[in-house]
């Protein structure tokens, strides 16, 4: 699937590997693709991203993204539902941090987005896309493979960074939530990107 990757879906891949380094996870989350979509200029998700607002608010992401890690990757929708039943995560949150010190239950496993990962290094086509410096948790993964379906859903040849931004608005938990915060949705991306009466990106 990878020698489907424009240069830019590769780029945002790379980049994903090397947010994860620097944030000394073991493995590559769906918050490190967005990072590094972020990090993207003059392409199809940078304009998209633009256009709706978040071009110059990365520092806010970058915040949000680093509350639901010290929320041992919860989104807010999961702390919702936890509370709904009588937990109060917030409150577990302290209580943890006061024993074992700020930031104790973002852990170095990696798994900031609370949906598993894949402990085995180097399986799968990503493996050789992007080497075994880091593995991919399920995740991003399945956001990988959701791009696929994205640009098959819109008749495109190719999987560009507009489609990995799509497959992470479309997505439950914390990337999308933190997107939609800052005025990026699925259907507002698909406006962009794909016309609506607005400019779209070409």
Known sequence: MF??????ARAVVLGAVGHAERLDAET??????????LDREASRASFALTSLGLGGRRESVQQ????????????????DALSGLGIDVSAIVSRVEEAHGE????????????????SGRGKGWW????????PFARGAKDVLTESLRMALAQQDRHIGDEHLL????ARPGV?????????????????????GGEAKAS
């Open 166 to 169: 799509l497959a992470l608005a």
């Open 64 to 79: 949000a993204l680093a509350e639901a890690r010290r929320r041992g990757g919860l989104s807010r929708a999961d702390t």
């Open 103 to 118: 930031g104790a239950l973002e852990g170095s496993h990696g798994n900031a987005t609370g949906d598993g990962s894949d």
């Open 127 to 134: 493996a050789g896309f992007v080497g075994q410096r880091r």
């Open 3 to 8: 020698e489907r990757f424009t240069k830019d």
């Open 175 to 195: 990337p999308s939530e933190v997107l939609a915060d800052h005025g990026v949705t699925y259907v507002a991306l698909c406006r962009v990107l794909y016309g």
């Open 28 to 37: 590559v989350e769906e918050q490190h693709l967005l990072l590094a979509l």
